[in-house]
């Protein structure tokens, strides 16, 4: 068989063309196959949140005397429910249980608006948003580790906030009964 150099050329640049589509086609299946959406959870992880879920509820308090701060956590049909008693309030809301791709277990208490928020202050002369402006965030997360619940009460002087100014601890952990 006797190929002209031009044939032979157009012949080889068909068979690289094809060789990219297989090399490419083979190489997305493959990145699809190993994405998983970030908050995804494992059918084994999903009973164990279940087990964790339901051994969330009780009575959480602080154990040190100058932060004197109670959580109770209660299941009502479908839904969690906390009342939230410091010295000076009590308040009732709708706790929501969530868990990370990492594996971190949170506890969300929703309607608890924080005492003082500053925002991002790292900017302050460049700052568009006046002071009055800004939007004091609502609802507390805390962390859930070994039946602790772990609340970063207040920020740094980058980001100056206090979710929670009847304690004056930077993180405030709640121990379960």
Not at 39 to 64: E, M, P, Q, R
Not at 66 to 91: A, P
Request: hydrophobic share 30%; with cysteine.
């Amino acid at each position: 068989m006797n190929m002209t150099i031009c044939n032979k050329l157009s012949y080889f640049f068909y068979l690289s063309f094809l060789g990219l589509i297989v090399i490419s086609c083979n190489k997305k299946t493959e990145t699809t196959a190993e994405q998983k959406p970030e908050n995804a959870i494992s059918v084994t992880n999903a009973k164990n949140l279940v087990s964790v879920k339901d051994s969330i509820s009780g009575t959480y308090n602080s154990k040190t005397e100058d932060c004197n701060i109670s959580l109770i956590i209660s299941k009502n049909q479908k839904d969690y429910h906390y009342i939230f008693t410091t010295k000076n309030r009590t308040l009732k809301g709708k706790a929501i249980f969530s868990q990370n791709s990492s594996g971190e277990k949170f506890i969300s208490l929703e309607g608890i608006k924080w005492d003082e928020y500053e925002g991002d202050i790292s900017n302050e002369e460049n700052d568009s948003i006046p002071a009055k402006e800004l939007k004091i965030p609502v609802g507390i997360d805390a962390l859930y580790v070994k039946d602790t619940l772990t609340i970063q009460n207040y920020g740094n002087a980058m980001n100056s906030y206090t979710k929670i100014s009847e304690c004056g601890l930077k993180y405030i952990q709640l121990i379960k009964k």
